[in-house]
Nanobody, 124 residues
Framework: QVQLVESGGGLVQAGGSLRLSCAAS????????MGWFRQAPGKEREFVAA????????DYADSVKGRFTISRDNAKNTVYLQMNSLKPEDTAVYYC?????????????????WGQGTQVTVSS
């Protein structure tokens, strides 16, 4: 089992920045790819970013490319999502996930593990 706990959400003005963290406990963290999804009110949960076990490979949704950066620190069992130039449409609950298969962390319904989410609200 892997337990995931997100933190770092909050209220920020448009154009501002936030850094989300997802701390993992349980099995060997560096055996897992990690991903971030988000869900806005009334919308489906959507993919945001993914990172492979070593941190060498990353992928992003088109809507966040150039503004968000995913990274990980395997010594701290933590994955991060640095969010810059935030927009009101980035408002959502952000969830991290983990899976041993890199492609799975980019597809809803496939990751083995999910966190409980952290709220991000961007005011205009």
């Amino acid at each position: 089992q892997v337990q995931l706990v997100e933190s770092g959400g909050g209220l920020v003005q448009a154009g501002g920045s936030l850094r989300l963290s997802c701390a993992a406990s349980g099995r060997t963290f560096n055996a897992y790819a990690m991903g971030w999804f988000r869900q806005a009110p009334g919308k489906e949960r959507e993919f945001v970013a993914a990172i492979n076990w070593s941190g060498i490979r990353t992928d992003y949704a088109d809507s966040v490319k150039g503004r968000f950066t995913i990274s990980r620190d395997n010594a701290k069992n933590t994955v991060y999502l640095q969010m810059n130039s935030l927009k009101p449409e980035d408002t959502a609950v952000y969830y991290c996930n983990a899976d041993s298969n890199y492609s799975h962390v980019q597809r809803l319904g496939l990751p083995d593990y999910w966190g409980q989410g952290t709220q991000v609200t961007v005011s205009s």
